[in-house]
């Protein structure tokens, strides 16, 4: 259960994430997999840290998932960014296949 303390800091810092621009470690990470699957139709990098670039969460859109499972695909996402991984304490990887 989440206390509302808890509940109203996330949604301060949500709020401010959504007027403020990205974060240098959204950027570079964003750079990375915009690099290694060039056929991402959609990509989204969130550092959900509070902006100390320790956890992050992935959304992205790609061809080059047809054909692989989930852990397949977030394999090769983990793969993209190992490198970067290894300065993060977690990381949230949400893959799909664009269905046209």
């Given at each position: 259960?989440?206390?509302i303390s808890?509940?109203?800091?996330?949604?301060e810092v949500?709020?401010?994430r959504?007027?403020?621009?990205?974060?240098e470690?959204e950027?570079?990470?964003?750079?990375?997999?915009k690099?290694?699957?060039p056929?991402?139709?959609?990509?989204?990098?969130?550092?959900?840290?509070g902006?100390?670039?320790s956890?992050?969460?992935i959304?992205?859109?790609?061809?080059?998932?047809?054909?692989?499972r989930?852990?397949?695909?977030h394999?090769?996402?983990?793969q993209?960014?190992?490198?970067?991984?290894?300065?993060?304490?977690?990381?949230?990887?949400?893959?799909?296949?664009?269905?046209?």
């Amino acid at each position: 259960m989440i206390s509302i303390s808890r509940l109203v800091l996330r949604y301060e810092v949500q709020l401010t994430r959504n007027v403020s621009t990205q974060t240098e470690g959204e950027v570079r990470i964003a750079k990375v997999l915009k690099e290694k699957f060039p056929l991402a139709s959609s990509l989204k990098v969130v550092d959900i840290s509070g902006g100390c670039g320790s956890m992050y969460e992935i959304h992205i859109e790609s061809k080059e998932f047809k054909g692989k499972r989930t852990v397949q695909q977030h394999q090769l996402v983990n793969q993209a960014l190992q490198e970067e991984i290894q300065a993060m304490h977690g990381l949230r990887i949400f893959t799909t296949i664009p269905r046209n």
